[in-house]
Structures are given as structure tokens and as C-alpha cells.
């Protein structure tokens, strides 16, 4: 990842990590929504739908050992100019 993703990445990681007290699926299942809310503001939820397929997609990939599979290349799919704010 780029070192502006990895840094964001890490601060949420760690906040994420020091809420204790919600399990962890609950913490997942607030990520998400702050992904899908988030992320359908600014790029509408139908592209938001295909980067969590995608996000899945490679993380069985990486999961079954292929060493093709990257989460840098989720983004490499995408045309920023073709993202309207919705």
C-alpha cells in the first residue's frame, strides 16, 4: 500500500484495537457500515458494493496462498474521474 493508505490503515487499526469493549465482530460489522456510509457519500453505493467484492475476492486469493492476489490492485480497477459524489 502506499504510505498515506498504510498510515490510515494503521490509525484504524489501532483504535480499533483499543476499544475492548465491543467483540470483534462487532467492531467488524461498524467498519463496514463506516466504509459502506462513508464511502457511499462521496462515490455511491454501487461502487462501494463492487470494492467490498473485490476486497473479498482478494482476501479468499491471499487466503488460498495465490501470489498474485494484492490489495493494491483493488484500487489499480478504479477510474477516479468516473467517481461522482452521490
Do not use: C, W
Request: charge should be negative; aromatic fraction near 4%.
Amino acid at each position: 500500500m502506499s504510505g498515506d493508505l498504510d498510515s490510515f490503515y494503521r490509525r484504524v487499526s489501532e483504535v480499533t484495537q483499543e476499544n475492548t469493549s465491543l467483540s470483534p465482530s462487532s467492531r467488524s460489522v461498524v467498519l463496514f457500515r463506516v466504509a459502506i456510509e462513508s464511502g457511499a457519500a462521496e462515490i455511491g453505493l454501487p461502487k462501494v458494493m463492487h470494492l467490498m467484492s473485490r476486497l473479498t475476492t482478494v482476501t479468499m486469493g491471499i487466503m488460498a496462498g495465490d501470489s498474485d492476489s494484492s490489495y493494491e490492485d483493488i484500487l489499480e480497477d478504479l477510474d477516479p474521474s468516473d467517481m461522482s459524489r452521490h
